[in-house]
């Protein structure tokens, strides 16, 4: 069994910020450490965007330009967790935030396909 569960997500004023984190476990849990990591967001009637992503080594990452500078993505390998701190939040973060896990592709490519996906944790900024 693959699993991946997010937490962390909720209610935030504009411009405070969240941190999401993402367990892997089951037989996931054993291919994380070499695994491209990446947080995805879904907000209602569009399309789910690739927000950041992070190689297995943390060497690189990637941002979409929306959220360069306020998003941070991070891994701890040992914990077999990666992690999403989201700072000066904007109104239009506000969506469905998932992990996915990229078990497949070389380790210098972030952007997919991904393979495995956890449920999603919603992210709701106010005004």
């Known amino acids: 069994q693959v699993l991946l569960v997010e937490s962390g997500g909720g209610l935030v004023q504009a411009g405070g910020s969240l941190r999401l984190s993402c367990a892997a476990s089951?037989?996931?849990?054993?291919?994380?450490?070499?695994?491209?990591m990446g947080w995805f967001r879904q907000a209602p009637g569009r399309e789910r965007e690739l927000v950041t992503s992070i190689s297995w080594n943390s060497n690189m990452t990637y941002y979409v330009d929306s959220v360069k500078g306020r998003f941070t993505i991070s891994r701890d390998n040992a914990k077999n967790t990666v992690y999403l701190q989201m700072d000066s939040l904007k109104l239009e973060d506000t969506a469905v935030y998932y992990c996915?896990?990229?078990?497949?592709?070389?380790?210098?490519?972030?952007?997919?396909?991904?393979?495995?996906w956890g449920q999603g944790t919603q992210v709701t900024v106010s005004s």
């Open positions: 996915a896990a990229d078990v497949t592709s070389a380790e210098t490519w972030l952007m997919g396909p991904f393979d495995y």
């Open positions: 089951g037989r996931l849990g054993r291919m994380f450490q070499s695994s491209v």
